[in-house]
């Protein structure tokens, strides 16, 4: 199965709000409650950011916040920091009972 | 404290077999999935599959199907992913990862919370 699509890249400045898109199917995201999001920095592992589409575990940041319309998951960081500088990537269950990762996006703080 | 804790980078040659481990700790082992996910050197992460340490069910994705295998003890709480016949192309990071699962038939996978920090793998001649 293909990946979610994401923009290979976001930038933005200091205290500015982006978002990231997750595009996938109504195989997966369209048909899903189970979506998630992801961060990663250099050389660790991942950090679970989001779960079942909008909600955020205890120690995220509130500046983290998702949605979901369609087929389209979104993160959107707002107030940008530069310690948020990393690649995020999105994930959702399928309907072959599998999850389908996206293929990530760096996010640049200028 | 709950964690996964990894096994060491591993090098290996084109058609040997191996198995790394990841052990989990603070934690009811076997209520979730553990999660393996592949990361090759500066690319995405790939979802390779789950297994369920309480009765060994466990889902590949189409992609690792019959090329890795997945076991568990859960007396120790620890999960492992097997290759008998090694490529190049597997050299990568592989992540453990704690993740919910969702109990409806079949049972789904949530979320993974508790990730391991990964165990290096390189196959070369």
């Known amino acids: 199965q293909s990946a979610l699509t994401q923009p290979a890249s976001v930038s933005g400045s200091p205290g500015q709000s982006i978002s990231i898109s997750c595009t996938g199917t109504s195989a997966d995201v369209g048909d899903s409650d189970l979506v998630s999001w992801y961060q990663q920095q250099p050389v660790k592992a991942p950090r679970l950011l989001i779960y079942d589409v909008i909600k955020r575990p205890s120690g995220v940041p509130l500046r983290f916040s998702a949605s979901k319309s369609g087929s389209t998951a979104s993160l959107t960081i707002s107030g940008l920091q530069a310690e948020d500088e990393a690649v995020y990537f999105c994930?959702?269950?399928?309907?072959?009972?599998?999850?389908?990762f996206g293929g990530g996006t760096r996010v640049t703080v200028l | 404290d709950v964690q996964l804790v990894q096994s060491g980078a591993e090098v290996r040659k084109p058609g040997e077999s191996l198995r790394i481990s990841c052990q989990g700790s603070?934690?009811?082992?076997?209520?979730?999935?553990i999660a393996w996910v592949r990361q090759k050197p500066g690319r995405g992460l790939e979802w390779m599959g789950v297994?369920?340490?309480?009765?060994?069910?466990?889902k590949y994705s189409p992609s690792f199907e019959g090329r890795v295998t997945f076991s568990v003890d859960k007396s120790i709480n620890t999960a492992y992913l097997h290759w008998s016949s090694l490529e190049a192309a597997d050299t990568a990071i592989y992540f453990c990862?704690?993740?919910?699962?969702?109990?409806?038939?079949?049972?789904?996978?949530?979320?993974?919370?508790?990730w391991g920090l990964g165990t290096p793998v390189t196959v070369s001649s």
């Open positions: 990862a704690r993740t919910e699962r969702i109990v409806v038939r079949p049972p789904a996978m949530g979320a993974s919370d508790i």
């Open positions: 297994i369920f340490p309480y009765d060994s069910d466990v």
């Open positions: 603070g934690f009811f082992f076997t209520s979730y999935w």
């Open positions: 994930a959702s269950y399928t309907n072959r009972n599998t999850v389908v």
